[in-house]
Each structure stands twice: as C-alpha cells, then as structure tokens.
C-alpha cells in the first residue's frame, strides 16, 4: 500500500522524528481529532474555537526552529574534569534509588492498576523516586547499546528485555504517562541508534500504540468498582433548580452523548477532554484574566512544607467551576485534569503565553538535534534528544506540570553538556 505511494516515499526520504516533522505532526493530529465529540462538547457548552491558539503556536514554534537550525546552535559543552563523561555512575544511582522506592511500593501493596482509588493515592514520595527507576533504565540501557561494538540480535534483545521487565513493572502501578514515555522514547532511539523507521511503519505502529493505550485507559475504567465512594459517578447536587426547558436540554444532550457507545468515544476521548478543558480555560481567562505564572509556580510549591494546590487540582477545580452548577463534572471528585500544552500556557499569557512556550519548546529541540546532526545518530545524544522529544509529545495532552518530568529533562539537556563524543556523520 505505501510501496508505490509517491507522497509516503518522499517523506521516507526525510528524519522522521525531526523537530520540523514529529512534533507538530502530533499536535495537529490531537486537535484534529478532537473534533469528533460525539456530542460532548455540547453537553458542556465548550465552543471556542481553538484553532487560532493552535496556528499561532505552530508559528512561533517553527520560526524558533528554523533560526536554531540556521545558525546550527547547540547546548553549551561544559569541561568539567572529573565529571565529564562520568553521568553513566550517577544514573546508575538514581537507578537503585528508584528501585528501592518501587519495591517498597511494590510490597505495601500499592499497585493501581488493580484499584484506581490506589493508583490516585500512591505515596507520592515513593512514586517520585521510583520514576527515577525508568528513567535511569531507558538512558543506561540505550548508553550500553550505542557503546557496544559488537552489537549482536542475541544481545540487543537481552538489552531490550531489560526494558521490557521496567516496563511491565510500571504497568502494575496504573499510570499511562511512564509507560508512554518509555514507549515512545525507545521507538525514537531505535530510530537513531539501531535502525532508520520509515513512514509507513511509523504511522502502523504509532496507529497500534494510541489503539494500545485507548484500550488500557478504557479497560481500567470500565472495572472501577463503583459501589466504592471513590468511584461514584453521581452527578454534582444542583442548589438552585433548573426551569423545565434546562432539565429537558439537558438530558436531550445527554441521550445524544449516550448514543455513541463507551468504546467508540473512548478512542479520541482524552482528545475531547483536552479540547473541552481547553474551552473552559478560555472562559476562564475572560472572567478572571491571565494568570502570569502563577499556575506553573504550583510546579514546584507542592514540594514545599504545608498545604499546597498542585496544578492539576487548580485545573480540575477551575474547569468544573462552569460546570458544577448545572449538574455536571468535567472532572469527578478525586480526579484531576490535566490543561493540555495549549492551554497551560495560553492561562498564563494569552497568545503572548502561547507564543513564548511553543517558542520554547522549538528552542529546546532544534538545539538538541542539532547535536545529534553534530555527532551522528548512534550517540549519547539520540538518547537524550529521544527522551525529551517524548516529554513533550506527552505534554501536548498533559502540560508540563510534574516537577520530576522537569528534573529529568533537565538532566538530560545537561548530560550532554557533559559528554564527550567525537564528530560523525549526520543521522
């Protein structure tokens, strides 16, 4: 079907996964299909059109871009004696770190995928560290295949096998977000280090993975045990009552939503969540404006000592504040929403806050493929690139609101400050 496809082939031709392809290949694709609501966006009473939001920010984003690349910038290369080359020791530690974390969480039984009311109170001391487990696994592993010479299937298969025990041990917890992250950022080293993806395969599998992980988040709703108060799906009590012709719109909207089974809107329904949200952070800024960084402070005031409102929840009670009036939850009660990369920065600045943050993120990629280009594919490098790239390819849904994701990244762009590798030819 793409052998002889003139369009799929003249895309072979280029790097799939570079910042002028990948990244906002998948925010037009989230957008788009956000458009089949089903009815929901309705039901909510969420129209804005978002699509100027979007432009603008892709704008920004691929200006940034296009300069970085012109001009060929890179992250600063730090010679720091000692310490150069030498972060694989320290990720080694973060490694056992994390280990020792996940099995305390392991053998005190908090595994979510059997319970969501579990899996949305882990110890949240414990869940930090232990993503310090996947994450020190990813970048040693994909650092032993780029330095082993000898590189053979018997044994790129024990390294992969590695990564699979990781990441079946992270399903056991119920979060999707690692798992994607894992997921995602061994397809795209495996680009660079191991073999090139063509187009056609890339859109199979990116079709099987979104499938994949649409069933996962399906399945773990539809077994929640709604006897559990946790769980209960009861509708907000409405203090003022509602004329007869608000009742009847009401369940009208409803019946309509109910017509598409769970299983179609579960497909692209994070999709509409975000874009709903999204909606909802519009009116927001209207009656209450901009937010100025505020919202993102709460990135790293949770940390601190004493009763603090973690981003999420500011979301989650931001969007049903529009909602919970007519008898309705965006979001239930013990669950948070995330803002979506749009609108997390579009409630701190409007299009100002959209431009700077897609221009942000075009500066970030751009200059770290720029050293994968420099040091050719098989290199430290890719591994750092990949894994960032999946950052913020999850982020597109999520925002960039976990302070360990932060951490990461910023350990990432820094190791490769500090590693020394020789010129090679470009991926």
Known sequence: M??????????????????????????????????????????????????????????????????????NLTFFQFKWGFI?????????????????????????????????????????????????LWFA?????????????????????????????????????GYRTPIALMFFTTLIVFHYVIKRIK???????????????????????????????????????????????EVAKNKRLQEEVNKTPKWVRAINGEMVAGRIVTSKIIDYTKDNGYMYGDFDKGIFSTVL??????????M???????????????????????????GQFYIEGGYIGIVIGFGLYGLILSMLYNQVRKYGGRSYYSIAYGFVLSVLAISIHTGLLDLIFLLMMGYAILSTSLETSKKKSNP
């Not at 295949?145 to 041990?169: M, N, P, Q």
Request: with cysteine; hydrophobic share 50%.
């Open 84 to 132: 150069q080359g030498k972060n694989v020791y320290f990720l080694a530690f973060l490694g056992l770190i994390g280990l020792i974390s996940y099995l305390i969480m392991l053998f005190t039984g908090q595994i979510g995928i059997l319970d969501e009311s579990i899996r949305r109170n882990l110890n949240p001391k414990l869940n930090f560290f232990s993503s310090l």
């Open 316 to 342: 989650t009670d931001i969007v049903n504040s529009y909602t919970i009036d007519e008898g309705k939850y965006i979001t239930r009660p013990g669950r948070t929403t995330t803002p979506t990369m749009v």
């Open 137 to 173: 696994s990813i970048f040693l592993v994909y650092n032993q295949i780029v330095k082993d010479e000898h590189l053979t299937k018997k044994r790129l298969l024990g390294y992969f096998s590695i990564l699979a025990i990781v990441f079946c041990a992270f399903i056991l917890m």
């Open 2 to 71: 793409f052998k002889n496809n003139k369009f799929i082939q003249s895309i072979n031709r280029r790097d799939m996964f570079s910042p002028y392809i990948f990244f906002p290949a998948l925010v037009i694709i989230y957008f788009f299909l956000s458009i089949f609501d089903f009815g929901r966006a309705d039901y909510f009473n969420a129209h804005h059109n978002i699509v100027p939001l979007i432009v603008v920010g892709l704008v920004a984003y691929y200006v940034v871009v296009y300069i970085v690349q012109k001009l």
């Open 199 to 245: 187009a056609a395969w890339l859109i199979v599998f990116m079709v099987v993975l979104g499938l994949c992980f649409v069933t996962f988040g399906f399945l773990r709703l539809v077994s929640e045990d709604t006897t559990k108060e946790f769980n209960s799906r009861k509708a907000p009590q409405v203090e003022v009552p509602y004329t007869a012709p």
């Open 305 to 314: 000592p004493g009763e603090q409102v973690s981003p999420r929840a500011l």
